[in-house]
């Protein structure tokens, strides 16, 4: 199977965004709200560098690959994270890799 075969979309993820609330001493809350869930391929490269990280010094943990929704577009942060496979997942970054199915490709880093 190929990574735009959506037949091959068989985790569940679920994209979070942070919800910041103020108190009075200056302070606050964080909370994580849910922006959605999709079924996605994930592919786990385990520090696989390409030429993209060799020259930003990022390593990518994982590739995942979802169709496109809104949310994705309107919504999403550098602070979105990605809960799947029983991590947490930070966007190193992302692209549209098939305009015609509409799959996106999203370089992850475990957050430890």
């Given amino acids: 199977m190929t990574t735009t075969d959506i037949s091959s ?7 979070e965004v ?4 103020p108190n009075q001493s ?8 849910t922006l959605l869930e999709c079924w996605a391929y994930i592919k786990q490269t385990f520090g ?6 060799a020259r930003t010094a990022i390593s990518r943990d994982a590739r995942l690959y979802c169709r496109f929704r809104m949310e994705l577009n309107d919504d999403m942060t550098t602070e ?5 496979l029983d991590k947490f997942w930070r ?5 549209l890799i098939d305009n ?3 799959i996106y490709e999203f370089n992850l880093s ?3």
Avoid: M, N
């Fill in 100 to 102: 015609k199915k509409h």
């Fill in 26 to 33: 200056g302070g606050g809350t964080e909370t994580w709200t």
């Fill in 80 to 84: 979105t994270r990605i809960i799947a």
């Fill in 91 to 95: 966007i190193q970054g992302y692209r």
């Fill in 110 to 112: 475990a957050i430890e």
């Fill in 9 to 15: 979309f068989d985790q569940r993820v679920r994209f």
């Fill in 18 to 21: 942070p919800v910041r609330t």
């Fill in 48 to 53: 696989e560098r390409g030429q993209e990280a």
